[in-house]
């Protein structure tokens, strides 16, 4: 970690794939940045409320590898005009662009709300200090800060700031980031804090002038910066949530961005206006961005081909189904695989009867199918994993995770003996007639319910566990993972923060003192607490490979939770929205400063 890190930093242990459902690799570089014209664009149009059409299943995506810690490049200052994704035409100016959420944010609350949900909203009003590069995510690049560097030891990370106004006019400085990480790091009575889980390696945050930042860690972190980039760790007005310690209306969701939020109606949308003032001069290209939110997946596609909507959006993982579907239709819309960094787990609450048992949870782990979920819930596509993304500098190869009991395939020999042991464990648990219990999931993302489908019938089919499930909204389901008033969720989880070996509060027991992190299963081994540690701050790539090892091997064994398969989903759009690439994972690349709209194109 020592040197200096300029604005812009490869990830040195990304091993790049995009997985194109024909079979082939796609392989995208940076292209050369391109310079804007200024003939007008599209003019806007009125802001759907309901479209209609039949229900159509959605899934998917794969999985690159672990970034650790960015090597130290030369300086390179973040270009003012967009990065060309094969769009050789030079940007022009205004018009408006549509996309989809797929449901409602739970509050406007962005000081502590995490859902990707918000973050569609969110991620054009607020720039974070560090961004994964738009259209090239195996970098990490500026954004608020225009440079970092990390001392020799690794436990100082100092960001110079660039100079932006808030969208009131006033003036970001240093202080606001000091008085954002205070109330992450000591969130006050009655407000739990992800942040707090997933920095705990952070010791202080200092101020050293207007335009310099200081982060003091407590020990070296091999995740720090990959976790300052991730596209939720907004920059934040001080003199907005110091005094309210909250994000309460449109009127304080007051960011530094490229769009300011003019407009927000649950249920229907939102319309975000074209930041003037924006200190990357000439940008955002388009005058407006407008997000509707449609549920049923069926109705995004329909939305999608009508022309209601430009693009299904980075929080959208259309299917193999829907790809077909939209490429039967003729139109100029492109559809591209991209990666969300997601796996469809199952969690179970490890303090509530039977799942404080073990063997219970080993049972379930060896019966479950993945083979089965990839074909069913992936429509063929796919990868097995733990809760460790299966590509990467510390992955095991496929072949490794098929050959490990409950991730054997179920009709080979291995596969019939998993069956076998989870009957015998079940039955020593005093459960061989099953039991009741109920799935908790999020309604309105295809990903959840179907995944809470596929357990449910898994754990009948195998098991004789008869699991019903209850469709929550994501403002209830969110509670129900905090207050863990569950037996068993099921979510698309990036439980690795999309990347590697990151921050896991879905399993990880809280350090003392801690105040919040998920941790929704209620999983209390601390071991698994001190080898994540252990392999975050191991600066040794061998031994930190056999932490991690020892971590995942603890993991399945004691079975937690239980994950089916990682991911490969499609995001779709019309040719005339150009310089778009869907992020890598569902809260990355949602900007759209660069972002332009070509009336010609249609």
């Known amino acids: 970690m020592p040197g200096n890190v300029g604005s812009r930093a490869r990830l040195p242990f990304i091993k790049v794939m995009a997985v194109c459902l024909a079979g082939s690799i796609i392989l995208r570089a940076c292209a050369p940045a391109a310079t804007p014209t200024t003939p007008p ?15 159509q299943t959605a899934q998917a995506t794969p999985v690159p590898a672990s970034p650790g810690r960015p090597s130290s490049p030369a300086a390179t200052a973040i270009p003012a005009t967009p990065v060309a994704s094969g769009d050789s035409a030079r940007p022009k100016l205004g018009g408006t662009v549509t996309e989809i959420n797929p449901t ?81 790091l000591q969130p006050p009575p009655g407000k739990a804090s992800n942040r707090a889980a997933e920095f705990t390696m952070v010791k202080d945050v200092v101020a050293r002038g207007p335009r310099t930042l200081e982060f003091q860690l407590k020990d070296p972190s091999n995740g720090f910066i990959n976790w300052i980039a991730h596209g939720n760790i907004y920059v934040m007005p001080k003199h907005i949530i110091e005094p309210d310690q909250q994000i309460s209306s449109v009127s304080k969701f007051i960011g530094t961005g490229p769009f300011r939020l003019e407009q927000y109606s649950r249920g229907v949308g939102a319309i975000l206006k074209k930041n003037k003032d924006y200190f990357r001069t000439g940008m955002p290209y388009i005058d407006e961005l407008r997000i509707v939110e449609i549920q049923d997946a069926g109705t995004q596609v329909a939305a999608l081909l009508a022309g209601r909507i430009d693009l299904t959006g980075g929080n959208i993982a259309l299917s193999r189904s829907n790809k077909e579907q939209i490429e039967r239709s003729g139109r100029a819309i492109a559809v591209k695989p991209f990666f969300r960094g997601e796996s469809v787990t199952l969690m179970m609450n490890n303090n509530r009867k039977p799942f404080d048992d ?95 489908e596929f357990f449910a019938n898994e754990l009948s ?68 607490r001190d080898l994540y540690f252990a392999q975050e701050k191991e600066q040794n790539n061998d031994l930190r490979a056999k932490a991690i090892r020892d971590l995942e091997d603890l993991l399945i064994n004691e079975a937690p939770f239980v994950t089916s398969y990682w991911l490969v989903a499609y995001n779709a759009y019309w040719n005339h929205v150009k310089n778009y690439e869907p992020g890598w994972g569902p809260h990355n690349n949602h900007r759209f400063e660069r972002v332009w709209r070509d009336p010609d194109s249609r």
Not at 46 to 52: D, E, F, M, R
Not at 161 to 168: G, Q, R, Y
Not at 495 to 511: C, D, Q
């Open 41 to 55: 664009g599209a003019p806007s149009s009125p802001l759907p409320t309901q479209v209609s059409a039949p229900t």
């Open 104 to 184: 409602p944010p739970p509050t406007l609350d962005a000081l502590w709300q995490v859902s990707s949900a918000l973050v569609i909203l969110a991620a054009p009003v607020y720039n974070g200090l560090l961004q994964y590069a738009p259209t090239c995510n195996t970098e990490i690049i500026a954004d608020l800060a225009t440079s970092w560097n990390v001392s020799p030891d690794g436990t100082k990370v100092t960001f110079q700031l660039a100079e932006a106004k808030w969208h009131d006019g006033k003036s970001f400085t240093a202080d606001d980031e000091v008085a954002k990480w205070k109330l992450w």
């Open 358 to 452: 073990i063997r219970v949870r080993r049972a379930i782990s060896l019966a479950v199918d993945r083979q089965k979920a990839i074909n069913i819930l992936g429509e063929g596509v796919g990868q097995v994993g733990t809760s460790f993304p299966p590509v990467g500098q510390f992955a095991r190869s496929q072949q490794a995770y098929l050959s490990l009991p409950g991730f054997r395939p179920k009709d080979s020999p291995g596969g019939q003996e998993d069956l076998r042991t989870a009957k015998q464990l079940m039955a020593e648990a005093g459960y061989s007639g099953g039991f009741k219990t109920t799935i908790k999931t999020r309604a309105g993302f295809t990903t959840y319910v179907s995944g809470a």
């Open 461 to 528: 089919t195998k098991l004789g566990i008869s699991a019903s499930i209850s469709l929550e909204d994501t403002a209830k389901f969110d509670l129900t993972r905090a207050r863990r008033d569950m037996d068993m969720t099921v979510v698309a989880a990036n439980p690795l923060n999309a990347y590697a070996v990151g921050r896991n509060v879905y399993w990880m027991p809280p350090v003392k003192g801690d105040v919040a992190g998920y941790n929704e299963t209620n999983y209390g081994n601390e071991r698994s």
